[in-house]
């Protein structure tokens, strides 16, 4: 089969569609036809040599995709040759085919075609275990989104709304905002010009998702309402920080980093308990209409260098984009 492989830790340019080994569903996995997949932030990472893929998992990019099952493992019995799903991957999404976890596949969601659902396991896991699952947000409450504008931004925006949530986004443009305004959020905070800290006021969030990491933390602890709940998903403004405790004990507040990729495939804390939690609560929404896939465009999977320098560019693309092999 065909795949796109980094020759070398470093820019777009290393990425290469080539030939390599088939692979093969082993002891309960599916073999997935991939139809298409999706571009994240930790596919970058990865192509910089700064986020390697958990031990057993191919080398490949890629962290979600959509397709037909070709194949099942020893001990599958709730899928068949044939089903059309999209699965939660810990590698191997940028491929014609790819072994995943049956535990980790979803069926379609109502209503989504198929290259459309490649766009959703990634995001949607990330923000159901995060803002659902250990936040624990709920109707009333105000929901902070960093990054509004890209693919888990513009998912947690229109989840936050279906949960009854306030939703404050910040974005780095007006008409960005303007867009996630349309996604149903409540407050827009221009970064560029505006301190989040201030527009949030004493009030602050109950809940935010930080995609920035160090930078943001001291002001995210300021933001924090009482009993607030700091969720931190990534660490595009750096990795290391101190943590003023005399700024967070007064607010009962709490900081959690929640990675998704490194979880075990099942057991306490897997990516099996969180893709039955989004199959349960998350589906319903997006049969319902409440929450939808947003994705900025389709390219071939041979193209990944060129989706990968337009998402770092970070001025165009509003969701996600989807690559079809």
Same mark, same amino acid.
């Given at each position: ?9 470093? @820019? ?13 569903? *082993? ?10 997949? !999706? ?16 031990? /057993? ?32 991957? #810990? ?11 049956? !535990? ?13 659902? #490649? ?32 693919? =888990?931004?513009?998912?947690? =925006? ?25 996604? &149903?959020?409540?407050?827009? =905070? ?22 920035? &990491? !160090? ?10 309402? *009482? ?6 998903? /990534? ?10 405790? !005399? $700024? ?22 897997? $990516?099996?308990?969180?893709?039955? /939690?989004?199959?349960? @609560? ?37 969701? $996600? ?5």
């Amino acid at each position: 089969m065909y795949a796109i492989v980094a020759r070398e830790p470093g @820019g777009p340019d290393v990425l290469e569609w080539t030939e390599v080994p088939d692979p093969q569903a *082993g002891p309960g996995e599916v073999l997935v036809e991939v139809a298409a997949s !999706a571009v994240n932030r930790a596919d970058l990472l990865q192509r910089q040599g700064l986020y390697p893929p958990p031990p /057993g998992a191919p080398n490949i990019i890629g962290l979600e995709c959509s397709g037909t099952i070709a194949a099942l493992g020893e001990g599958v019995a709730d899928w068949q040759i044939g089903d059309e799903v999209c699965a939660l991957l #810990a590698g191997g999404g940028y491929a014609q085919r790819v072994a995943v976890p049956a !535990a980790q596949v979803l069926p379609l969601p109502q209503g989504v075609d198929l290259v459309t659902a #490649a766009s959703l396991p990634e995001v949607a896991c990330t923000v159901w275990s995060n803002i659902v699952q250990h936040a624990g947000l709920r109707s009333g409450e105000i929901l902070l989104v960093h990054g509004g504008a890209g693919g =888990i931004g513009t998912h947690a =925006i229109q989840v936050g709304k279906a949960l009854g949530a306030t939703v404050a986004v910040t974005a780095g443009s007006d008409e960005r905002l303007a867009r996630c305004t349309q996604l &149903g959020a409540d407050v827009t =905070i221009n970064y560029k010009t505006q301190d989040f800290v201030e527009v949030l006021g004493k009030r602050g969030a109950d809940v935010i998702l930080d995609n920035m &990491g !160090a930078s943001y933390l001291d002001r995210n602890i300021r933001a924090l309402a *009482g009993d607030g709940r700091l969720m931190v998903i /990534g660490f595009q403004g750096g990795r290391k920080a101190e943590i003023d405790f !005399a $700024k967070l004990l007064p607010k009962r507040g709490s900081v959690a980093a929640l990675g998704l990729r490194g979880r075990p495939v099942t057991g306490k804390g897997s $990516k099996a308990e969180v893709v039955a /939690g989004v199959r349960e @609560g998350l589906w319903p929404l997006i049969a319902e209409g409440k929450v939808k896939p947003i994705v900025h465009e389709v390219r071939p999977m041979r193209d990944a260098s060129g989706a990968h320098t337009a998402l770092e560019s970070g001025g165009e693309v509003f969701g $996600k984009i989807v690559l079809t092999p």
